[in-house]
């Protein structure tokens, strides 16, 4: 194994320039301090191929490349648990042979925008103010695992072209990616965002926010997630959740409840915003393109009960959006009441319970019809005045001839009589006892067959 990991160094050494052998200049021991000055001389004499080593120094002064007249360096820089207590710098330059500044700490604002990385390693790294990537290039790895971003974290129109992994990341003040672009795998499980995140507008492939958490808004609005986003296990406290244009070939999640009450919807202008929460939705058809994506992905997972929450809650939203919408029109008041009695009678065929406690109801109801004197007739009773039982018995007798009826089971040995229904004294004529018998049976019959599909969809599978 040795020479065979050699060897592939060697092979790969004559493709990349960075990994040939070349000489190592040290700028100074760990602890020392190096003036900005003298960084940007050592920069300026480094030779293509070069490592300029700045382990551990501290770094006092202003560094500015660009004023320095520095727009490209091919030496490789090495910057572990570097300090840098003055600001730093470094808009368009050209950092051909990459960086390793693992552990590194810049006290003030750091300014890297535009600039091109050849490679990039920031693991735990620490940024106490504005840390500005923005328009920047990454080529190859870009590491920023453990790092932490007190001050915002500007990576809008960032282009990065290989691996980007932010994995256990913490952004204190914000994270800004609307425009970028990636092209390979990113990483941002286990991430920290205690401010607003905005992925805008952003282009990625292989994105996963498995086990992130997000204190405030996450906006993905026209983000265009073109292979997979993972969000399993991730958290979102009290965060809103922003979409509107997303188009995505798998959005994965594990849990709808983490996510259904967050959801928002905006479309161009940030202040015009659907909120899933209120069911204030005015773009019906993008809700529902978004919420058939999410249905598609727990199903694949063979997260079935997920896939019906997350149905149940898109038709409760089209309820809501038919009913704000009622005028006039006969069309309108079809939608209306078509959703309401779906709704109640299964639950839109995903909430057999809804059929469950419908069926009682009616049965109920219709057995305080049935106890009224002289409703029902057991079988073989003489004809004339029916004979007068306890209370309680008669109660037994209405609810007996009430399931029977609803179940279609008919053992004959009771029967509704042509008697008229009566609200205390009144009798009303167009009412018979008979009639609520046969009422009574075909709903049952009609809400036994939706309990067994909607059983079916749900249960069983």
Same mark, same amino acid.
């Given at each position: 194994?040795? *020479?065979?990991?050699?060897?592939?160094?060697?092979?790969?050494?004559?493709?990349?320039?960075?990994?040939?052998?070349?000489?190592?200049?040290?700028?100074?021991?760990?602890?020392?301090?190096?003036?900005?000055?003298?960084?940007?001389?050592?920069?300026?004499?480094?030779?293509?191929?070069?490592?300029?080593?700045?382990?551990?120094?501290?770094?006092?002064?202003?560094?500015?490349?660009?004023?320095?007249?520095?727009? *490209?360096?091919?030496?490789?820089?090495?910057?572990?648990?570097?300090?840098?207590?003055?600001?730093?710098?470094?808009?368009?330059?050209?950092?051909?042979?990459?960086?390793?500044?693992?552990?590194?700490?810049?006290?003030?604002?750091?300014?890297?925008?535009?600039?091109?990385?050849?490679?990039?390693?920031?693991?735990?790294?620490?940024?106490?103010?504005?840390?500005?990537?923005?328009?920047?290039?990454?080529?190859?790895?870009?590491?920023?695992?453990?790092?932490?971003?007190?001050?915002?974290?500007?990576?809008?129109?960032?282009?990065?072209?290989?691996?980007?992994?932010?994995?256990?990341?913490?952004?204190?003040?914000?994270?800004?990616?609307?425009?970028?672009?990636?092209?390979?795998?990113?990483?941002?499980?286990?991430?920290?965002?205690?401010?607003?995140?905005?992925?805008?507008?952003?282009?990625?492939?292989?994105?996963?926010?498995?086990?992130?958490?997000?204190?405030?808004?996450?906006?993905?609005?026209?983000?265009?997630?073109?292979?997979?986003?993972?969000?399993?296990?991730?958290?979102?406290?009290?965060?809103?959740?922003?979409?509107?244009?997303?188009?995505?070939?798998?959005?994965?999640?594990?849990?709808?409840?983490?996510?259904? @009450?967050?959801?928002?919807?905006?479309?161009?202008?940030?202040?015009?915003?659907?909120?899933?929460?209120?069911?204030?939705?005015?773009?019906? *058809?993008?809700?529902?393109?978004?919420?058939?994506?999410?249905?598609?992905?727990?199903?694949?997972?063979?997260?079935?009960?997920?896939?019906? @929450?997350?149905?149940?809650?898109?038709?409760?939203?089209?309820?809501?959006?038919?009913?704000?919408?009622?005028?006039?029109?006969?069309?309108?008041?079809?939608?209306?009441?078509?959703?309401?009695?779906?709704?109640?009678?299964?639950?839109?065929?995903?909430?057999?319970?809804?059929?469950?406690?419908?069926?009682?109801?009616?049965?109920?109801?219709?057995?305080?019809?049935?106890?009224?004197?002289?409703?029902?007739?057991?079988?073989?009773?003489?004809?004339?005045?029916?004979?007068?039982?306890?209370?309680?018995?008669?109660?037994?007798?209405?609810?007996?001839?009430?399931?029977?009826?609803?179940?279609?089971?008919?053992?004959?040995?009771?029967?509704?009589?042509?008697?008229?229904?009566?609200?205390?004294?009144?009798?009303?004529?167009?009412?018979?006892?008979?009639?609520?018998?046969?009422?009574?049976?075909?709903?049952?019959?009609?809400?036994?067959?939706?309990?067994?599909?909607?059983?079916?969809?749900?249960?069983?599978?």
């Amino acid at each position: 194994m040795p *020479r065979l990991t050699c060897l592939i160094l060697l092979g790969l050494s004559t493709l990349h320039p960075t990994l040939a052998p070349a000489s190592n200049i040290t700028l100074g021991a760990p602890g020392d301090t190096l003036t900005a000055a003298a960084l940007m001389t050592a920069l300026q004499k480094a030779a293509p191929g070069d490592t300029l080593v700045a382990d551990s120094l501290v770094v006092t002064g202003p560094l500015d490349l660009p004023r320095a007249g520095i727009d *490209r360096i091919d030496a490789v820089l090495q910057l572990n648990g570097t300090r840098f207590i003055d600001s730093v710098r470094a808009d368009g330059v050209d950092f051909a042979g990459g960086i390793h500044g693992r552990g590194a700490r810049f006290h003030t604002a750091l300014s890297c925008r535009g600039a091109r990385f050849n490679g990039l390693n920031y693991e735990g790294a620490r940024f106490d103010q504005k840390a500005d990537f923005s328009e920047a290039a990454f080529d190859g790895f870009t590491l920023f695992n453990r790092s932490r971003f007190d001050g915002p974290a500007d990576f809008a129109v960032a282009f990065f072209n290989g691996i980007a992994s932010f994995d256990s990341t913490r952004f204190a003040a914000g994270a800004l990616f609307a425009n970028a672009t990636f092209k390979g795998w990113a990483n941002f499980a286990n991430a920290h965002f205690h401010g607003p995140a905005s992925w805008r507008y952003s282009s990625s492939g292989w994105v996963t926010f498995a086990k992130a958490r997000f204190d405030q808004t996450l906006d993905l609005s026209s983000a265009s997630l073109e292979k997979r986003g993972d969000f399993r296990a991730a958290r979102f406290d009290s965060a809103q959740v922003l979409l509107g244009g997303i188009l995505s070939a798998q959005f994965l999640l594990d849990d709808w409840d983490q996510i259904r @009450n967050r959801l928002f919807f905006i479309e161009g202008d940030w202040a015009q915003q659907d909120t899933l929460a209120t069911n204030q939705i005015t773009n019906l *058809r993008q809700v529902a393109t978004v919420y058939s994506l999410l249905q598609s992905q727990f199903r694949d997972q063979g997260l079935y009960e997920e896939e019906n @929450n997350c149905y149940y809650d898109l038709k409760q939203i089209e309820r809501a959006y038919y009913y704000r919408r009622l005028d006039w029109h006969p069309a309108s008041w079809w939608q209306a009441v078509k959703y309401t009695v779906l709704w109640a009678t299964c639950g839109y065929g995903v909430r057999p319970q809804h059929t469950i406690w419908l069926g009682l109801a009616l049965v109920l109801a219709c057995a305080l019809c049935y106890y009224q004197l002289g409703a029902i007739q057991e079988r073989g009773d003489q004809a004339g005045p029916p004979p007068r039982r306890p209370r309680w018995q008669r109660w037994r007798d209405a609810l007996y001839f009430s399931l029977n009826t609803f179940t279609t089971v008919g053992y004959g040995d009771w029967y509704p009589t042509d008697d008229h229904l009566r609200l205390g004294r009144r009798r009303l004529p167009f009412i018979h006892f008979r009639t609520i018998a046969m009422i009574e049976g075909l709903v049952g019959w009609i809400l036994i067959t939706l309990f067994i599909i909607s059983l079916g969809k749900t249960w069983i599978r």
